[in-house]
């Protein structure tokens, strides 16, 4: 073991404990609230055509937001999950990639998703689990993959996609392919064990992979404060001897130039690197959740004065890329278009039963056969508990 490079720190002659809080983590911030740049910032590279898709990008998400919530509460959807406030990080993560990236995702990233292209349709029949879903149904709403888009189907168990996305970068690297690998977290799922096997594993075999932390202060009900007593999570990356950046999530050309560093030096090194964004989850953890039971109106507010989306807009215009009369005209033509994909989506039927167990092993074994016929006879017995199926049976 090579330990001379752990000989030649400070030297002290009385116990010195290091308290983690005192190690210092700069924040990279680029974009003001009001669209100026700070003096001196580091550009990414961005110009008028990215910029407007990255804009494009921030508006549908959240006109899609706002209207699957909206359709959660009228009964049409089960399920939904929205990142208002903190679709910065997506977006601005997801370009600075290249399309051949692969993206481990955990499931608050439509972000990357709307912007490598996902057409409205396949968000609709993902969340209505219709015959026309890629995923044939079997997974509840949120739960996309798209093979063609590089983007790994989302798993309910936190932090399973970490060390995947580790051995997936791993092997991008042994075949020679100068990708990167982009896998997404949350503080919370920071906190499983699959974190650290994943950055221990990506650090020692010099896997070429961004782990992008979504600090958005919240796991669920549960503050960051009570998730963890260190500095955030840039710190523990440090821990791994991994490189790590912390950036103000809520600023998109930050989160753009910081990913673009972070690719091009994962790529050029075969290493892995951390991105910690900081940001604030608006709106609450999902559907099912209610925030006003541990968290104050005031505190929201607070955060409402950080808007991400507003940010980028603000420097469009500054940048006289974007106007008033584009954004209203936007806006009407998403809504719009969410409403009539919903109403198409919500109609088409649900897939046929056999679907359930195609496409897990090249020939279904007999055990699964069997389970499949039990489910046709239970469904014969009580059709009015099933009146979709039933009827397709
Ligand atoms: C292994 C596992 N434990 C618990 C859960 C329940 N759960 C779902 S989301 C969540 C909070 C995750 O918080 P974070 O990673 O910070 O992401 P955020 O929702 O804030 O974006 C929890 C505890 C789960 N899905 N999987």
Redesign the pocket.
């Known amino acids: 073991m090579n330990t001379e490079k752990y000989q030649e720190g400070r030297v002290v002659h009385q116990v010195e404990a290091i308290d983690g809080h005192s190690v210092e983590i700069p924040i990279l911030k680029i974009l003001k609230q009001d669209g100026s740049v700070y003096e001196n910032a580091d550009m990414p590279a961005i110009d008028k055509e990215l910029a407007t898709k990255v804009y494009k990008t921030l508006a549908f998400h959240r006109v899609l937001d706002e209207r699957m919530t909206a359709s959660q509460r009228q009964g049409r959807l089960s399920f939904y999950?929205s990142?208002l406030g903190?679709e910065a990080a997506s977006v601005g993560s997801a370009a600075g990639l290249d399309d051949g990236d692969m993206m481990m995702a955990?499931?608050?990233e439509q972000g990357a998703l709307i912007f490598r292209g996902f057409s409205l349709e396949n968000f609709m029949n993902q969340m209505f689990s219709n015959e026309k879903d890629l995923g044939k149904g079997r997974q509840m709403p949120i739960h996309y993959g798209s093979q063609e888009l590089n983007y790994m189907t989302v798993s309910?168990?936190?932090?399973?996609q970490i060390p995947q996305a580790a051995g997936y970068a791993y092997g991008q690297k042994l075949k020679g392919n100068k990708q990167c690998t982009i896998c997404y977290?949350?503080?919370?799922?920071?906190s499983?064990g699959d974190f650290h096997a994943g950055l221990n594993m990506a650090a020692v075999q010099r896997a070429p992979v961004i782990f992008f932390c979504?600090?958005?202060?919240?796991?669920?009900s549960?503050p960051?404060s009570e998730?963890f007593a260190g500095n955030g999570i840039a710190s523990r990356g440090v821990g791994y001897g991994i490189r790590t950046i912390r950036v103000d999530g809520n600023d998109l050309l930050a989160v753009l130039k910081a990913t673009q560093d972070a690719r091009h030096y994962a790529i050029e090194n075969n290493k892995p690197v951390i991105i910690e964004a900081m940001s604030y989850?608006l709106g609450a953890?999902?559907t099912s959740d209610d925030p006003s039971g541990y968290r104050t109106r005031e505190e929201e507010a607070k955060y409402a004065d950080h808007d991400p989306i507003l940010r980028m807009k603000n420097w469009m215009i500054a940048n006289k890329w974007w106007d008033e009369a584009q954004e209203e005209a936007l806006y009407e033509l998403y809504r719009k278009d969410v409403l009539a994909a919903v109403k198409v989506a919500e109609v088409i039927d649900k897939p046929a039963i056999e679907e359930l167990i195609t496409d897990v092993y090249d020939v279904a074994p007999e055990h699964l056969e069997q389970q499949l016929a039990d489910l046709k006879e239970h469904i014969k017995k009580y059709p009015d508990a099933y009146p979709v199926t039933a009827g397709r049976l």
């Open positions: 999950m990142a903190e955990q499931y608050r309910s168990p936190l932090g399973t977290f949350g503080e919370g799922a920071a499983e979504r600090n958005n202060g919240y796991a669920i549960t960051s998730q989850r953890h999902s």
